[in-house]
């Protein structure tokens, strides 16, 4: 097993750091993604459709009505943390049957916001954000996997830096 598979099959778990055979020290974190937002998202041909904040009647959530351009598989949702409600037209491409899970995303992310995942080692840092909240084990591997490699080719990189400055100082000295 190499050191990428190590330090991959190592950081599967957030906050427990994993110290390689070359003495670094790695550590994989998930973080709110405090820069994203899936109501910067709006628009034709994104992935979660159109949400709208609901108007607030005073009488009755959403009392203003079905906003315009929204058909009959518009729903309302109201995220788990929030006390809004949004209106949520569902892409045409989403079939019936994956209206009730993709409705559960977006109230997650509406709710908790999106999440990084960040790969440290020593100082070097590689991290992914605009994740969806609770990612599963198989999504967090595959991140980690590219983040990784990412960390060692800045690793890399700085070795490469280093030896070169090394290498002209020794010229300069002869």
């Given at each position: 097993?190499?050191?990428?598979?190590?330090?991959?099959d190592?950081?599967?778990?957030e906050?427990?750091?994993?110290?390689?055979?070359?003495g670094?020290?790695w550590?994989?974190?998930?973080?709110?993604?405090?820069?994203?937002?899936?109501?910067?998202?709006?628009g034709?041909?994104?992935?979660?459709?159109r949400?709208?904040?609901?108007?607030?009647?005073?009488?009755?959530?959403c009392?203003m009505?079905?906003?315009?351009?929204?058909?009959?598989?518009?729903?309302?949702l109201?995220?788990n943390?929030?006390?809004?409600?949004?209106?949520?037209?569902?892409?045409?491409?989403?079939?019936?049957d994956?209206?009730?899970?993709?409705?559960?995303?977006?109230?997650?992310?509406?709710?908790?916001?999106?999440?990084?995942?960040?790969?440290?080692?020593?100082?070097?840092?590689?991290?992914?954000?605009?994740?969806?909240?609770?990612?599963?084990a198989?999504?967090?591997r595959?991140?980690v996997?590219?983040?990784?490699?990412?960390?060692?080719?800045?690793i890399?990189?700085?070795?490469?830096a280093?030896?070169r400055?090394?290498?002209?100082?020794?010229?300069?000295?002869?």
């Amino acid at each position: 097993m190499g050191i990428r598979e190590s330090v991959v099959d190592a950081l599967q778990h957030e906050g427990r750091p994993y110290v390689d055979h070359n003495g670094r020290t790695w550590e994989m974190t998930l973080e709110g993604d405090e820069c994203s937002s899936i109501m910067d998202e709006q628009g034709e041909g994104v992935w979660c459709g159109r949400l709208e904040f609901c108007e607030r009647d005073p009488d009755n959530w959403c009392g203003m009505g079905r906003p315009n351009g929204m058909n009959g598989r518009a729903r309302i949702l109201r995220p788990n943390q929030c006390r809004d409600a949004f209106w949520w037209q569902p892409p045409t491409d989403v079939a019936e049957d994956q209206l009730n899970t993709m409705a559960a995303t977006i109230s997650d992310i509406l709710s908790f916001g999106y999440v990084g995942v960040v790969v440290t080692c020593d100082g070097y840092t590689a991290s992914l954000w605009g994740i969806e909240p609770f990612p599963d084990a198989e999504m967090v591997r595959a991140t980690v996997v590219d983040l990784v490699i990412e960390v060692l080719a800045e690793i890399e990189a700085a070795a490469i830096a280093r030896a070169r400055e090394v290498f002209t100082l020794q010229d300069a000295i002869r």
